[in-house]
């Protein structure tokens, strides 16, 4: 009976296909909680997509959040897309079918809006892709009504200049709060029949919204930016970011997408702030999205229940760029530790700083033998840990490691990075000399009698620094590929000549993708012609080491004639325009210089709670810049 | 520690769309809907503990099924009723619970207990053999011997499928599509992929059976409820009591 009607169920993919590709439930929608509308009563549909394959794309937290607050718009239906993988993406071509959402199997091509969130700089050619198979011009001038609104938004559209050209406009900040004044905008528009550049413009009013196409960038003879100048009346000159800042009465999805494969993220994910107090002077994200606003614990507690129940998942984590500084956070682990192990659901806790409390809790919530700590000190030398503004000091990290050692773990990770401003030999040898003391303390504290397989295992993993824009290292010079490979050749080395090496493993990232990142981090308009060159080249999945195609990259610069120095290894002044110049994330360009001076006077900034450094996000009117500051936090 | 468990056995569909979701990710669903359906199940001891859950046999990705079981322990329930609707109420379009019976305490696990399996076969449309697949098929069936080469990555083995194959028959269907019912071995020693008999009908008439060409269903799945010498071949949840 039922059974016809569901054989009929419509898929944008022939069976022949679907049983020819990899994974093929990465295409067939159909989810437990996928949101499925009548497409009759909605007036605005929408696909939003995460550019890189399903399994990484399906464990964002962000698409989630938007995904469930267009669809309790009741005249929004918002759908899901991602990266169709190699092996389809070659079908796709050679059969002509268009790209689709995952809920109707309908083209995107026929939706009003295609929202994509930019979240790394490496899936800048996937975008081109999804663009390209869905049908939609890579160029947003030659688009017309025929196509959807393309519209970005996320991490890398703090400078959204390398990829202007491919987007009708951007979403500058946090989704919750415009969205809505944005679509009934359009759905004005179309009511009265405007034309596509008349939405537009009337879009770049709205606050938080960027339209590329409204705007001149005027270039100096030595190729940096003179200005960005509005080429309209009414176009503001100065877009500020959107910012949420009721996070405890907002949209957050009770019901997120249960994917049938397994993915990256296969847990409820329970985000508990938003921003970071600590101001690490590499780090972007602690800058875009200060102030530091914390969620009602009454609220997560009832969320993380409502989610378990509703997706079915057997672990949870919380999720937040430093969740050790989340005040509330006893109160709610103790509340998750009994709902968890009355319901056989596992927790899981990353970005814990290692202490007394987080030992304790972590020693409940997973098996000491088989996990491992994680220490991120970025820096090998206390000198250069106060260059980065990076408070952890090597005798916290030591005295961690030994209540660690003494709680039965014997696995640590560390994480530093290579390329740091001011990085001398010394510093880099630094990296093999604290991973030698901390197995020291192992030998020191654990006797032998009671040692594991009789050792402790310590990995250290480096990564090559990439100034990103809004950071206080923003004017930093970036290595040479040549310079991080001898570098990590050093690190290496030094490794090596320790005492304990045996116990200590050392990984590093490639260079020639952090090189290409710095590039595409800091670049401008004029990049976008090699982006689209790398696409049509066959660059495809940058972010997957195994199909980054390096050569064909290079090769793409030296046609167009862009010189990869003028963005990575170049000094910038303090008084250089940044093609990013014209977004206001809250921090002001005063501050970052500030902190950007005192790094090179190896001075570290208290964190906002213990003194406020004046960033500029206290004009958001909350969080943490508006908390009672005692004089004793941390201690 | 001792608990006090009972088994039940779950019988499900498994159609469109969710038949290109695959046996890992099945189970790894049904852990998820037994959650969500705050089904009472139990859990083995240990640090991880998982859900005490066993499936009969897998399905193929492409193959719809009107006969998947699995078996699980519960501390408690209610009635078969009553869990079947909380499960088919968070169940997904393409999967539906069709019966939950309980087991005895020493009654074999669904997997062990796997006998046989009756599908039906349709060739997909622009797929159909040119010769008279229909007309040829009792001929094919009255052979005395049909031999097929099992290819293993070592070696090359004749096999006659014949044995294993306990009834052949051909009917058309409500829409008056021709469907080869198919009712063989598919206990684990012994089990024929219905593919395989399709292959070597093709070739006894001098075709190959295109990739793609098959559509097929599971219609249920057997245990053996008499004995080694006198089978007699039941649908899983036969074995089992209403409750
Ligand atoms: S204004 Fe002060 S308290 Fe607020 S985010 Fe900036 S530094 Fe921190």
């Not at chain 1, 993406?89 to 268009?98: K, L, N, Y």
């Not at chain 2, 499928?161 to 829409?175: A, F, Q, R």
Request: charged share 30%; net charge negative; hydrophobic share 40%.
């Amino acid at each position: 009976m039922g059974e016809n009607a569901l054989r009929k169920q419509k898929l944008a993919l022939r069976d022949e296909i679907l049983l020819r590709v990899e994974k093929p439930a990465r295409y067939i929608g159909n989810e437990v909680n996928a949101v499925v509308k009548d497409k009759e009563k909605v007036d605005v549909r929408m696909a939003m997509c995460f550019p890189d394959v399903y399994e990484i794309g399906m464990s964002h937290l962000g698409i989630q959040i938007l995904y469930d607050m267009f669809n309790r718009f009741e005249d929004v239906w918002c759908e899901r897309v991602y990266s169709p993988w190699l092996d389809l993406d070659r079908i796709m071509r050679e059969e002509h079918i268009p790209l689709f959402g995952l809920e109707s199997q309908e083209p995107v091509k026929d939706l009003d809006f295609l929202a994509i969130t930019v979240q790394y700089e490496m899936c800048y050619t996937n975008i081109l892709q999804v663009l390209d198979l869905s049908g939609i011009p890579l160029s947003a001038e030659e688009r017309t009504w025929e196509h959807p609104v393309v519209i970005g938004g996320g991490p890398c559209t703090y400078n959204p200049e390398p990829i202007a050209e491919f987007f009708d406009l951007f979403y500058i900040g946090e989704g919750e709060t415009r969205y809505r004044e944005l679509l009934d905008v359009y759905k004005e528009a179309r009511r009265e029949g405007a034309d596509r550049k008349e939405f537009l413009r009337r879009a770049a009013k709205v606050p938080g919204i960027y339209a590329p196409s409204f705007y001149r960038v005027e270039y100096k003879e030595d190729g940096t930016v003179r200005a960005m100048v509005p080429t309209e009346e009414g176009i503001p000159a100065v877009i500020r970011k959107e910012i949420e800042m009721e996070v405890s009465d907002t949209y957050y999805p009770k019901k997120p997408v249960v994917p049938f494969i397994k993915v990256t993220q296969d847990r409820v994910v329970l985000e508990i702030q938003r921003g970071c107090i600590r101001g690490c002077r590499f780090c972007q994200a602690g800058q875009l999205y200060r102030p530091v606003r914390e969620r009602d614990v009454d609220m997560l507690k009832e969320y993380a229940s409502d989610m378990l129940k509703n997706t079915g998942h057997e672990e949870i984590s919380l999720s937040s760029l430093s969740s050790s500084d989340y005040s509330r956070l006893p109160e709610l682990l103790d509340f998750l530790l009994g709902e968890c192990s009355r319901k056989n659901i596992n927790i899981s806790l990353p970005s814990l700083r290692i202490d007394a409390f987080s030992l304790d809790v972590m020693g409940k919530v997973q098996d000491v033998k088989k996990s491992s700590l994680t220490f991120a000190p970025e820096a090998g030398s206390q000198r250069l840990r106060d260059v980065i503004n990076k408070g952890l000091t090597e005798s916290v990290i030591l005295d961690g490691a030994a209540m660690a050692f003494e709680g039965g773990w014997t696995r640590v990770k560390l994480y530093f990075m290579l390329g740091l401003p001011t990085e001398t030999e010394e510093d880099i040898r630094g990296i093999g000399d604290l991973c030698n003391k901390i197995a020291a303390v192992f030998f020191e504290t654990v006797p032998k009698e009671k040692r594991v397989n009789g050792k402790v295992q310590i990995v250290a993993s480096t990564s090559f620094f990439i100034p990103k824009p809004f950071t206080p290292f923003q004017w930093a010079p970036m290595c040479t590929k040549e310079e991080f490979l001898e570098k990590a050749y050093l690190t290496r080395s030094s490794i090596k000549e320790q005492l304990n090496q045996k116990s200590i493993k050392y990984n590093w990232h490639e260079a020639d993708v952090s090189v290409l990142e710095g590039v595409l981090a800091r670049g401008d308009r004029k990049i976008s012609g090699v982006i689209r060159k790398a696409y049509e080249k066959g660059c495809l999945f940058d972010a997957w080491s195994e199909y980054f195609k390096n050569d064909l990259w290079l090769e793409c610069f030296d046609e167009c004639g862009v010189d990869i120095g003028f963005y990575t290894t170049r000094e910038r002044g303090l008084d250089e325009v940044f093609p990013w110049d014209f977004l206001d994330c809250g921090v002001t360009k005063d501050f970052l210089a500030r902190e950007w001076k005192k790094a090179m006077e190896e001075t570290v900034s208290p964190n906002c709670r213990m003194q406020c450094q004046g960033c500029g996000a206290a004009r958001f009117g909350g969080g943490v810049c508006f908390e009672e500051r005692g004089d004793g936090y941390g201690a | 520690m001792e608990r006090e468990t009972v088994k039940l056995r779950i019988k499900f569909a498994k159609s469109g769309a969710m038949r290109f979701v695959g046996h890992l990710d099945v189970m790894r669903y049904f852990q998820k809907a037994i959650r969500r359906a705050e089904i009472d199940i139990a859990y083995s001891e240990g640090f991880s503990p998982h859900q005490l859950m066993s499936f009969a046999a897998p399905l193929g990705v492409g193959l719809e099924s009107n006969g998947e079981y699995f078996d699980i322990a519960v501390q408690s329930h209610t009635t078969a009723e009553d869990m079947k609707e909380r499960l088919n109420r968070v169940m997904v379009p393409g999967m539906e619970v069709l019966n939950i019976t309980m087991l005895g305490a020493h009654a074999k696990n669904a997997m062990a207990s796997v006998a046989a399996a009756d599908y039906s076969v349709r060739f997909r449309q622009g797929y159909e053999p040119g010769f008279d697949w229909v007309g040829r098929s009792m001929e094919f069936y009255g052979k005395p011997s049909i031999m097929v080469t099992k290819k293993t990555k070592k070696s090359e083995q004749q096999l006659d499928l014949k044995p294993g194959i306990y009834s052949m028959s051909v009917k058309t269907d409500e829409n008056g599509v021709p469907v080869l019912r198919l009712f063989v071995d598919a206990s684990s020693s012994g089990n024929i992929k219905p593919s395989l008999v399709m292959e070597a009908f093709c070739r006894e008439y001098g075709e190959e059976l295109p990739e793609f060409a098959l559509l097929i269903t599971r219609e249920d799945t057997y245990a053996n409820a008499g004995t080694a010498e006198n089978p007699r071949l039941v649908p899983l949840d036969a074995v089992g009591e209403p409750f």
